[in-house]
């Protein structure tokens, strides 16, 4: 019996995998206008539903389950589903058909769900790239891009590289989830991300001078950065710019977001976050905040904060006192001055904030710049119960 329950496992997989595959190819409009809303929900099954009817001639039960089958595909995404639904989880990785990792509160794992076959794996690569608007073609073998309306409860942000660019032939997918209700200080003093006495203190150095966040991967940077935005008061006006729509605002009424526009091999506009922080700057706004800094943009921030502009951003950095170096690097991208001259002007950013394991684990005030040594003049502020390991990011 359970050699027939697999065998009927399997064509019933074939079956939604040929449907699919249909609505990839040749009904691909009909995709796309149910995606940007000139198709409701209703329309588009009903549609399918007809294709079923002439093309999967079968007992009506079957054509019900297989038009089911289809609807949970289509809205949401296929066997990582029950991973993206899963509020403990907070990326997902595939690195092979049968091969899913995820990081549950923290913690790396086996998903413990699979794709039945490579053949599956890429038809599903295919169909979330063409609900995405994204083209693979080995022109954009590796594409990054957020899903910000398919999920109630999380913003969706991917990561493909296609084999091509991979040593193994088959595409590798990561899937950051950002929730769309993100904690607020309040939560993330009950979650001991920091204490009721260090959110305090941030909440008042972060509306006095510019603030920057630093940490690894999923250190908490962004989370606490998101928080903190909201307790600006609702007389400054702010502008955020970001990769990937990342940070968001649940009560503030002046905030304005705007995230960069990579180019493809077929479409050439873009708009990169240093083009985005050159037109922030533009703009009446009393607070700027780049999401994550990763390139030139850093010099256009490193200016903005240095002629009084309250400023807040993100970076990779291995410890508090060591951001502004990182910062300062991606500012000589773009920058005639010297090294020394940028770290100079890093004064500016009063407040340095070390993330790691979603906890705050350092909090540097940055008292100005000694000529003599050439460096930085830091003042420890706080020390997280956990010594933050030196190196480790």
């Not at 990839?24 to 209703?42: A, N």
Request: charged letters at 25%; a negative charge.
């Amino acid at each position: 019996m359970r050699f027939i329950k697999n065998k009927q496992d399997a064509v019933e997989t074939d079956l939604l995998q040929a449907l699919v595959n249909d609505y990839i190819t040749q009904k691909q409009q009909s995709l796309m206008q149910m995606r940007k809303g000139h198709l409701s929900r209703e329309a588009f099954l009903a549609e399918a539903a007809g294709h079923i009817a002439t093309y999967y001639p079968a007992p009506e039960q079957e054509q019900k389950d297989l038009l089911d089958h289809f609807e949970q595909y289509i809205f949401g995404y296929s066997r990582l589903s029950v991973l993206i639904d899963d509020r403990t989880v907070s990326d997902i990785r595939v690195v092979s058909y049968d091969q899913i990792r995820i990081k549950r509160k923290g913690k790396r794992m086996t998903a413990g769900v699979a794709f039945s076959s490579p053949r599956e794996y890429r038809q599903f690569i295919d169909y979330i790239a063409a609900r995405n608007q994204v083209n693979i073609s080995n022109l954009n073998a590796i594409q990054r891009f957020t899903d910000n309306e398919s999920h109630p409860d999380f913003i969706l942000r991917f990561t493909l590289s296609m084999p091509l660019v991979n040593t193994y032939n088959e595409p590798y997918l990561c899937i950051r989830k950002i929730p769309r209700a993100f904690p607020q200080i309040g939560e993330l003093i009950e979650q001991k991300m920091l204490s009721r006495e260090t959110a305090e203190l941030l909440i008042r150095r972060f509306r006095q001078g510019s603030t920057l966040i630093c940490g690894g991967n999923s250190s908490g940077k962004t989370t606490l950065l998101n928080a903190l935005k909201e307790t600006l008061p609702d007389d400054m006006a702010v502008l955020v710019a970001q990769q990937a729509d990342e940070l968001t605002t649940m009560f503030h009424p002046d905030m304005m977001f705007l995230h960069s526009l990579p180019g493809t091999g077929e479409q050439q506009i873009s708009y990169d976050l240093e083009q985005i922080s050159i037109a922030g700057l533009t703009m009446d706004v009393d607070f700027f905040i780049i999401g994550e800094i990763k390139g030139g943009e850093a010099l256009y921030l490193l200016n903005a904060a240095y002629t009084g502009q309250l400023c807040a951003a993100t970076v990779h950095a291995p410890s508090a006192d060591r951001a502004a170096d990182k910062l300062v690097d991606y500012a000589m991208y773009a920058s005639r001055y010297s090294r020394d001259e940028l770290m100079k002007m890093m004064d500016c950013f009063q407040t340095l904030i070390f993330m790691k394991q979603f906890r705050v684990q350092e909090i540097f005030a940055c008292k100005g710049w000694d000529p003599e040594k050439r460096s930085l003049i830091y003042e420890e502020i706080f020390k997280g119960p956990v010594s933050a390991e030196r190196g480790e990011g």
